[in-house]
């Protein structure tokens, strides 16, 4: 099983700021790697697929990044809409999911 | 705009067995490339996904739970179900169905349905 490691747990940052995401796998899932956004009460959106590509409708100041076991979710400006729990998502064998970065107001 | 919804019992006692549907509407169950996922969430806790189903039937599963896991697909009512057998307390959790695109290595959930808190107790 591929375990994915977020990084950090929490991040304390201010609308407006740079918020920088990583998620580590246990080992190599090629470019493989989904983002989603959820917020209380509501269910998981899907923000980056493949790593780096935007699903339909989603801002261009989210941006993905990385290959093989490190990899970057990037929010270049902070809106204050943005929030929430950050997950990541990988399939091998099967879909597991990180544990989740929450992105809190400082 | 392809909508889901799940249904089913809010309440589940020890040792029985959770149903649920999942409802899709605005698109087709029977679209190549989608399969249609479970997806659960215990309550302050993180994703874990149960099982996807293809509109022909095919079925994988999250080899934690596949030893009590069903799931199945009806094309002609455009529904998808979850069974999960013998359930504790530990399978009290939100679940969400959701749109699976599954293709090669490439595989993420892009529909979700609104979830359903599921509680299981006596």
């Known amino acids: 099983e591929i375990v994915l490691t977020q990084s950090p747990a929490t991040l304390s940052l201010s609308p407006g700021e740079r918020a920088t995401l990583s998620c580590r796998a246990s080992q190599s899932v090629s470019s493989y790697l989904a983002w989603y956004q959820q917020k209380p009460g509501q269910a998981p959106r899907l923000l980056i697929y493949?790593?780096?590509n935007r699903a339909t409708g989603i801002p261009a100041r989210f941006s993905g990044s990385g290959s093989g076991t490190d990899f970057t979710l990037t929010i270049s400006s902070l809106e204050p809409e943005d929030f929430a729990v950050y997950y990541c998502q990988q399939r091998s064998n099967w879909q597991t999911f990180g544990q989740g970065t929450r992105l809190e107001i400082k | 705009q392809l909508q889901l919804q799940e249904s089913g019992p809010g309440l589940v006692k020890p040792s029985e067995t959770l149903s649920l549907t999942c409802t899709v509407s605005g698109g087709s169950i029977s679209s190549s490339s989608y399969y249609w996922g479970w997806i659960r969430q215990p309550p302050g806790k993180g994703l874990e996904w149960i099982g996807s189903?293809?509109?022909?039937?095919?079925?994988y599963y999250n080899p934690s739970l596949k030893s009590r896991v069903t799931i199945s697909v009806d094309t002609s009512k455009n529904q998808f179900s979850l069974k999960l057998s013998s359930v504790t307390a530990a399978d009290t959790a939100v679940y969400y169905c959701a749109r699976h695109f599954r293709a090669a290595k490439v595989s993420f959930f892009d529909y979700w349905g609104q979830g359903t808190l599921v509680t299981v107790s006596s």
């Open positions: 493949d790593a780096s």
């Open positions: 189903i293809y509109y022909s039937g095919s079925t």
